[in-house]
């Protein structure tokens, strides 16, 4: 069981910490492209630079070479969840076997394998391309740190493996032998499921491989407004418009466009730390020599791997949802999710007392009540959406763009075929009742945590509904 306790170390290890996301503060981060600044047309326009964005563009490209490409950027390209996140690439399409498994049992073997099929086709993009992300599929491995979740994963395991993956239990003693720790009990890991990447360079590739198929992309250019013209959808900036027979919005948890969209989503604020590089010794001490992703099993769970210079990425646990979908900038730093975060490192590995946190930073996951990608249209079909990752969305965002593509063009497909893709997930309730119900579904699952798993009666309500809370 996690303890918020601070101690000198967690606190010393903070002490020089920057308020900045590391993945962007990197010499190699794109000068941004200029804004828009003339009204123009175009066959589509993305809004939104991060990854559902730029895959649709990069598809889009490649299917129809002719079509003249919009993207429009608010800010930077990757400056969103995509440039912030963990780098955990994964072929689930479902935010894990378990959640797709309760949702969508009969479905469950095509969704597998057009996960999979989705990640082979964004590492063999990455190779064909020389995007120099340190993309390596390493896998992952799930943690238990609590009696109770090792049954869990045993049932996982047998689970997953029915279904045709090859997912391996890990006893305490071949799990330490992989990544030490006091706290693990056993793991399961999952080989060939998950890719470790840079995020924000791996967008940073698209966005340039989009240009280089003839992509427009303008940063710095927040849309405002859209409006339906018939036979082109207006989509308006400060400086410029773009009259698009198709538009694909790919804004993810940011305040929509459509505000159908935001009964369906809630921004919920995650936060990152990354360590300074470990030293040989160091590394020695947890014994951690591959590049495999971890996460433990609770409820509210860390996520953490080990990037290719050798620095540890630790981030999650804290979930917070401000009241009225509060988004903003204000949200990116919080001291006790990092402080939190820190006393946690340090019960899982007290060997590395003296490690320090060089950057640390939060961003806005789209959380919706089934956890996993829901799409949408309007303007008599010549706008389409894709959102509702619920923080794993790095592998799938390509897979929402491939919908996305289908659904313009209106043509069926093995995925527009899929229930998961027709329907959509459960509507939240309006506030105050959206953050009450939040802030019950947030205090019964620390309340699991801390009683062996076991869910309350509200929780057990919200499983029968279908209803969940989750970053
Ligand atoms: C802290 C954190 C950790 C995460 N860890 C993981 C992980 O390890 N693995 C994983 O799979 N997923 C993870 N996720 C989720 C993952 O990052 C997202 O699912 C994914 O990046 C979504 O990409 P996107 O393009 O849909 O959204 P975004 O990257 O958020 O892009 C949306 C873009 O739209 C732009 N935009 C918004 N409104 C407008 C407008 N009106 N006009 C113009 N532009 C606009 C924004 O500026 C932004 O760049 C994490 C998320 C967070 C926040």
Redesign the pocket.
């Given at each position: 069981m996690f303890v918020d306790t601070q101690t000198e170390t967690s606190m010393r290890s903070l002490a020089n910490v920057r308020h900045e996301v590391f993945w962007l503060d990197d010499p190699t981060r794109p000068v941004a492209r200029p804004p828009l600044q003339a009204h123009i047309t175009a066959d589509l326009c993305v809004?939104?630079?991060?990854?559902?964005?730029l895959w649709t563009s990069v598809l889009a490209k490649q299917q129809h070479p002719d079509w003249r490409v919009v993207l429009?950027?608010?800010?930077q390209?990757?400056?969103?969840?995509?440039?912030?996140?963990?780098?955990?690439?994964?072929a689930s399409l479902t935010h894990g076997l378990a959640n797709g498994m309760s949702r969508w049992p009969g479905e469950m073997p095509i969704l597998l394998q057009l996960g999979r099929e989705n990640l082979d086709a964004i590492e063999v993009f990455v190779a064909d391309h020389g995007i120099d992300c340190e993309f390596v599929r390493s896998g992952d491995l799930a943690i238990a740190t609590e009696a109770y979740q090792v049954a869990d994963l045993i049932e996982h395991c047998e689970a997953g493996n029915a279904l045709g993956l090859s997912l391996e239990f890990l006893d305490e003693e071949s799990l330490k032998s992989r990544v030490d720790s006091p706290t693990y009990l056993a793991g399961l890991f999952d080989g060939a499921g998950t890719a470790m990447v840079n995020?924000a360079r791996l967008a940073w590739g698209l966005a340039r491989v989009a240009t280089d198929l003839g992509v427009e992309i303008h940063e710095h250019?927040?849309?405002?407004t859209m409006s339906d013209k018939l036979a082109a959808v207006s989509v308006f900036t400060i400086s410029g418009s773009v009259a698009a027979s198709r538009v694909a919005l790919?804004?993810?948890?940011?305040?929509p466009?459509l505000r159908r969209i935001s009964n369906y989503v809630v921004p919920v604020y995650?936060?990152?730390l990354m360590s300074e590089p470990l030293r040989g010794e160091q590394r020695a001490l947890v014994g951690w020599d591959g590049r495999e992703g971890l996460s433990d099993s609770g409820n509210q769970f860390h996520?953490y791997r080990i990037t290719e210079e050798g620095r540890i990425l630790w981030?999650g646990y804290d979930a917070i949802y401000h009241s009225g979908n509060g988004f903003g900038k204000e949200h990116e730093v919080d001291d006790a999710s990092f402080q939190r975060l820190a006393a946690h490192f340090f019960q899982t590995f007290p060997q590395l007392a003296g490690l320090e946190f060089t950057h640390a930073w939060?961003?806005?996951?789209?959380t919706c009540s089934r956890f996993s990608a829901f799409w949408g249209n309007a303007h008599g079909g010549k706008t389409v959406y894709?959102?509702g990752?619920t923080?794993?969305?790095?592998?799938?965002?390509r897979f929402?763009a491939q919908v996305m593509l289908d659904l313009l063009a209106g043509r069926e497909t093995a995925r527009t075929k899929l229930q998961m893709v027709r329907r959509k997930p459960k509507p939240f309730p309006p506030e105050p009742l959206r953050s009450i119900g939040i802030d019950w579904t947030t205090r019964a699952l620390k309340s699991a945590d801390r009683n062996f798993g076991r869910r309350n009666l509200w929780l057990r309500t919200l499983d029968r509904l279908g209803l969940g809370f989750d970053s």
């Open positions: 809004v939104g630079g991060g990854f559902s964005g429009l950027e608010g800010d390209v990757a400056s969103g969840a995509t440039g912030r996140n963990g780098g955990f690439c994964a995020p250019s927040p849309v405002s790919a804004t993810n948890a940011y305040p466009l995650d936060y990152v996520y981030g939060g961003g806005a996951i789209d894709v959102t990752y923080g794993l969305g790095v592998g799938a965002s929402g």
